[in-house]
């Protein structure tokens, strides 16, 4: 089973930003899309942002304007840079990429954002 390489995160006060990145492992692999979901604490899971390989990106209403999704040419990296952090961005953040027909998943990194 394919495991997404994660990094980044960790702890900021509000306003602060971080990045995060992903990785697929494999030298020839791409991804025809990628995305960013979040997992706060007693809350399901929702969709952040996604982009695919033409470069149309989508975002959740509660991310727009601060946060920006990107790839590299080859579709084989991602990034998510958050910026105007607030506490309630707080969770697990998790990539994802899908391949062919295949849905590939990170480990998960934690995001803390303090008041």
């Known amino acids: 089973q394919v495991q997404l390489a994660e990094s980044g995160g960790g702890l900021v006060q509000a306003g602060g930003s971080l990045s995060l990145s992903c990785t697929i492992p494999?030298?020839?692999?791409?991804?025809?899309?990628m995305r960013w979901h979040r997992q706060a604490p007693v809350k399901q899971r929702e969709l952040v942002a996604s982009?695919?390989?033409?470069?149309?990106?989508n975002y959740g209403d509660t991310v727009k304007v601060r946060f920006t999704i990107s790839r590299d040419k080859a579709m084989r990296t991602s990034w998510l840079n958050m910026e105007s952090l607030k506490p309630e961005d707080t969770g697990v953040y998790y990539c994802n990429m899908g391949v062919g027909t295949l849905d590939y998943w990170g480990q998960g990194t934690q995001v803390t954002v303090s008041s």
């Open positions: 494999g030298r020839f692999v791409s991804a025809g899309v």
């Open positions: 982009i695919v390989g033409g470069g149309i990106t």
